[in-house]
């Protein structure tokens, strides 16, 4: 049985910098699926943040990260990887890691059969 988990997560200080790693184990070929960083802030609904094509070569962020999240993986390691920088407050969330269900990006919840149990992070002062 397929299965990821993410850690990483933790508090923070407005500005500063978190990597969040994902790890997936289990029969199945890693580099064949797109694979995506998602968040849920309390009472809000759960939103794409990063996601990476199977090939590695498209990434796709949401507009609120661009230019602060890097979104990679290592298939010989079956890790996901999401370098966060110049965190602020409105980043804290639960994020989760998923597979998705073909090798191609999408923010779509519905494009993701397998899901982490998530890993906290707060940006605060």
């Not at 407005?14 to 998602?38: I, K, R, V």
């Not at 309390?42 to 939103?47: I, N």
């Not at 966060?84 to 923010?107: F, I, K, V």
Request: net charge negative; glycine share 12%; proline share 2%.
């Amino acid at each position: 049985q397929v299965q990821v988990a993410e850690s990483g997560g933790g508090l923070v200080q407005p500005g500063g910098s978190l990597t969040l790693t994902c790890t997936a184990s289990g029969s199945h070929n890693f580099d064949d699926y797109a694979m995506g960083w998602f968040r849920q802030a309390p009472e809000k609904e759960r939103e794409g943040v990063a996601c990476i094509n199977w090939s590695e070569n498209i990434t796709e962020y949401v507009d609120s990260v661009k230019g602060r999240f890097v979104i990679s993986k290592d298939n010989a390691k079956n890790t996901l990887y999401l370098q966060m920088n110049s965190l602020q407050p409105e980043d804290t969330a639960m994020y989760y890691c998923a597979r998705g269900r073909s090798g191609w990006c999408s923010h779509g919840v519905m494009s993701y059969a397998i899901w982490g149990q998530g890993s906290q992070v707060t940006v605060s002062s």
